[in-house]
């Protein structure tokens, strides 16, 4: 029998109870109706800051897991919000210690927008940026625009529109429809 395919969910928000990672607690939940296993990155807070010097054989061992973690993923879901127009800094960190290695390399790649419309494009433009450095492979299908506001947000803390549900489960089907099977 073949083992689900793995999405690595990382949020680009330490906030708690945001949007970005409401979207993301909601696609976990909807993984196994979707033939998809999730697993979420939780350790965003605690990566060191980004240090060329740093990137050393073994790395800090936060650094160690957040690279095993996408290492053992099979495709990659982001949910970042936008601030001041880019990516916050606490994401972008996640992202530079990614440039160096080969863990991102060719792995099925998408990000959900949760912004209101008329905002995320700097984020969006951003993480198109930086994970061509790292090469990941996009899947641009799967990278959508899905506005949450908490009118959407059950109390469970998932999405309850149906059409966002909907979206969601389509994401990680183009995503695991583009990674390789275990």
Known sequence: MTALPIVLLLSGSLRTGSTNDTVLRTARALGPSAGVDTVRYTGLAGLPHFNPDDDTDPPPAPVA?????????????????????????????????????TE?????????????????????????????YTGAAVVEPACVRIPVDRTMVG?????????????LTDVLHLLTGAAPRR
């Open 65 to 101: 897991r957040l690279r095993a973690a996408i290492d053992g993923a099979d495709a990659l879901l982001i949910c970042a919000p936008e601030y001041a127009g880019t990516l916050p800094g606490s994401f972008k960190n996640l992202l530079d210690w990614t440039v160096g290695g």
């Open 104 to 132: 991102i390399c060719g792995k099925p790649t998408a990000w959900v927008t949760a912004a209101a419309p008329g905002r995320g494009q700097g984020a969006e433009a951003t993480l198109r940026t930086v994970l061509g």
């Open 155 to 167: 109390a469970d803390g998932l999405l309850t529109d149906e059409k966002a549900r909907r979206a």
